[in-house]
């Protein structure tokens, strides 16, 4: 194992202006006009804190400030100090590797001081059929080990597909844990069937087991644990700094990428509505709204392919508290959106030219971080 020194170095780039994309509601079937956006005050420098890292899929703080990341390849490495300390060990052995699948996201327990626990989705061969799926598990972590591994759920059944395994965690108000897995390529079985696992975003207790008040407990053949269905491939997750309530953003086909807000039990609409067409240009959606099927709140037009997302709650950046950070894999470029009422405003492309963004985060100092794959980990800093 090696360890690397943090030779800290900064690029300032300035936030570029583009223009507003249309939003599409049931009740207005028509998209807006896009407008010109103001220009910021605000400019942002992306200074690399850590290279030498390859696909950093997740990230998160322990309460001592230290780093968890995970690499898609199967690594788990603990930071301290922008340097990597210790390459964690006592990983399942059922982690594999396959497209856009490996080892996936880590989110701390918000009560991690008095119980120590740790969430991770990876894909896992375990369990029914040739392949993987996703699973979710829960571990503590002593002497740089997972130890009391805990398996939570596991997607089923496996598939040989490299596409759309999901997938990221995140904590509500109410103790509740969230997670999503993509429709595994399987678009046209998985994410309208709600006996079916795929394309959903699922809602348990901490320790696995299914609220009694998730939208489809008692359901004939229904999967309990689903909260809403009919997704692609959600790979950004983020609580409401002030609501609470869980977003998500998830993968179009060519067009299409959504920004969605989730609501119990509620039908997001892949693969009938979308924004988007196949990749050879043809259209396959029946329509772009239709009743019972939730609108996303924002789109993109051509694809961004986004991954990893964060609302900004801190004071490090001045005027944009409470807006939204959408790292793109496509174009490199985090998009800003301006949210007011929950609604985009305006949105604005940052830090251009960094590699592709997997992961953003805000850390415990109030900076935002985010992962450039092959590239390393960069901290936004307002530039005077």
Known sequence: MSFLNSATTATTFSILLITMLPVMKVCEPEAQQPTETPESQLTVTAERVLSGIDIGWGMDWLPNGDLLLT?????????KDWEIAAEIGGLPNDITVNGQGGFLDVKVHPDYQNNGWIYF??????????????????????NNELINIERLYKASPNSTRGQHYGSRIEFDNDGYVYFSVGDRGNRDVNPQDISRDMGKIYRLHEDGSIPSNNPFVGENNAKEATYSYGHRNPQGMARHPETGVIWTHEHGPRGGDEVNIHEAGKNYGWPIISFGINYSGTEFAEDTARAGMEQPIHYWDPSIAPSGMSFITSDKYPGWEGDLLVGSLKFAYIAHLHIEDNKVVDETKLVEGTGRIRAIEEGPDGYIYFTAEGDGIYRLVPKE
């Open 71 to 79: 690499e898609k390849a199967g690594r788990l490495l603990l930071i």
């Open 121 to 142: 989705t990876f894909a896992s061969t375990l369990g029914e059929g040739n392949g993987s799926n996703t699973a979710l598990i829960r571990a503590q972590l002593e």
